[in-house]
């Protein structure tokens, strides 16, 4: 290369880093309008399904407490830290009986049985569910003050086949024989009495769960169920609150797929799930009137993200209806993060569940968002926080876990905390904008941004996520910020004080700015 080539590729390579430097030091402008509201948020939870069972009962308790604080405290370190990600939802899993069948549940994988509170004898049993008693018993002293029962299979004593999966039948009816419906019934009744009486009053039921599933595959409990099905497992629910003054609203829905919800999506009797059960002919006083999906397969590519949640909306607002995303993991296979397989402790699916979380949030107006089950002991994305063996010989040994283990935080858990931890229960998320000129698709791929505030109070949170590697530089002057949290690949909701409201947010981060909507 001669030397006149040489200066040339210096002057590109100087051009390019002026470049660069130049798009660090572009500052977008802020501007808030607090008296455009969406919605009002209800909570952000996860549930106890399936590993808390052996965790809660049978792992040191010194473990145990620090895997309870990482879920659900509010308290903050000597630096100013988030101790724990302050969860305002826990869903407890209501068992179907699967775990006393043994190897005869044909359920090989015993994390994924259940104890169940009522024999086949009729006799109740509250000292079931033990670990999972564990951490909602941790879940209400660390202040959680709502908690939601969901079953996903009846009892197996009154399933059709005896099993607490569906099998062969593929006729989309409730795995529950007919005689049963109001057995199956009184006793979500008595689980509600029980736990009301020992200071635990279950704010919701969720009665089905995603019953457009066959569930015949024997990893885990599950029952497909037709719309009519829930309809009259709902209505037999109903009275029985009445009869017995509980106050428990009832939760339906718990679409396996969001478009379920909107559209018949090919399985008419168990689709359409808006039209059919909130129209004026089917009014429960006991449902809420909210209705629940997982966003399951609809997060990826990015234009599936964001259609499928627009439609959502608009069928929901034709019907003035509330909205719960209810139940989510990395299940579907995509380019930035790959599927499910292997678990990821790192930064890149924080952000990409960041990213769907705004998403429900800010497209389909979700009042709450609940992640799949808290704890997991698989080489799977499906946890807040993991656990193994400690042994890297034999990681994921199941039998050795059931005893003691190792437990590891994840980004995950603290992106998700950026959320929970700050934007509670009763702020209303209101109107925000930056002064930038870009299509949704191109937000969603680079920069995104949401606000929420505490009329009371006039408290100011702003969830951001820089998605992209580039730093964003962003002025907050007409509005007091006073502290940022930040998770990124080295940092656990960090706290920073903030003293210059132009704020610089680095690449690949989530942020949640704490502040006043007056200056």
């Known amino acids: 290369m001669n030397k006149s080539s040489i200066l040339y590729v210096f002057i590109i390579f100087i051009f390019l880093i002026n470049c660069e430097s130049k798009a660090q030091q572009q500052v977008s402008k802020i501007n808030i309008n607090s008296k455009e509201i969406y919605q009002t948020i209800e909570g952000f939870g996860a549930s106890d399904a399936w590993r808390c069972q052996f965790v809660g009962k049978n792992w040191p308790e010194q473990k145990r407490k620090k895997i309870a604080k990482l879920l659900f405290s509010q308290e903050v370190d000597k630096q100013g830290n988030p101790e724990g990600i302050g969860l305002s939802i826990w869903r407890f899993y209501i068992g179907a009986g699967t775990t006393e069948q043994k190897d005869s549940s044909h359920i090989e994988n015993e994390w994924r049985r259940s104890e169940s509170f009522l024999d086949p004898k009729g006799n109740y049993d509250w000292t079931k569910q033990k670990g999972q008693q564990w951490f909602l018993n941790s879940a209400k002293k660390y202040g959680v003050d709502q908690f939601l029962a969901f079953s996903i299979s009846a009892l197996v004593q009154w399933t059709k086949n005896g099993k607490g999966f569906n099998g062969d039948n593929k006729d989309g009816e409730i795995n529950l024989k007919p005689e049963n419906f109001d057995d199956y019934a009184q006793f979500m009744v008595e689980f509600l009495k029980h736990f009301k009486s020992k200071g635990i009053a279950f704010d919701y039921l969720s009665p089905i769960n995603e019953p457009q599933w066959d569930w015949e595959k024997k990893s885990q409990e599950g029952t497909p169920a037709t719309n009519a099905n829930i309809l009259k ?157 400690g042994d890297n010989k034999d990681l994921f040994n199941l039998n050795k876990m059931k005893s003691d283990g190792d437990f590891h935080d994840s980004k995950l858990l603290w992106a998700f905390g950026n959320f929970s931890r700050f934007v509670r229960p009763k702020m209303k998320r209101v109107k925000i904008d930056l002064n930038e000129h870009k299509t949704l698709k191109e937000k969603y791929k680079d920069f995104m941004i949401s606000a929420y505030i505490d009329q009371e109070t006039s408290k100011l949170v702003i969830v951001a996520i820089n998605y992209g590697k580039t730093n964003k530089t962003i002025d907050f002057s007409d509005y007091k ?39």
């Open 481 to 519: 910020i006073n502290a940022k949290y930040q998770t990124s690949k080295d940092k656990n909701l960090e706290y920073h004080k903030v003293t210059n409201q132009i704020i610089t947010l680095k690449g690949r981060t989530v942020n949640t700015l704490i502040g006043s909507i007056s200056n």
């Open 233 to 389: 497992i709902s209505k037999l629910l109903n009275d029985k609150f009445k009869e017995n003054s509980l106050q428990t609203k009832i939760v339906i829905g718990e679409s396996a797929d969001l478009r379920w919800l909107y559209s018949d999506f090919g399985k008419p009797e168990r689709g359409n799930q808006i039209k059919y059960f909130f129209n004026t002919k089917n009014k429960i006083e006991s449902l809420k009137k909210t209705i629940s999906g997982h966003s399951y397969f609809t997060t990826w590519p990015i234009d599936s993200l964001l259609s499928t949640r627009k439609k959502l909306n608009n069928k929901l607002q034709k019907h003035n209806l509330g909205y719960w995303q209810s139940e989510f993991c990395i299940l579907e296979n995509t380019d930035d993060i790959g599927g499910g397989s292997k678990r990821d402790l790192g930064i890149n699916t924080a952000l990409y569940v960041a990213r769907v979380i705004h998403a429900d949030l800010t497209i389909a107006n979700a009042s709450s968002w609940q992640w799949w089950t808290a704890l997991t002991n698989a080489d799977y994305k499906d946890g807040l926080i993991y656990l193994d063996t």
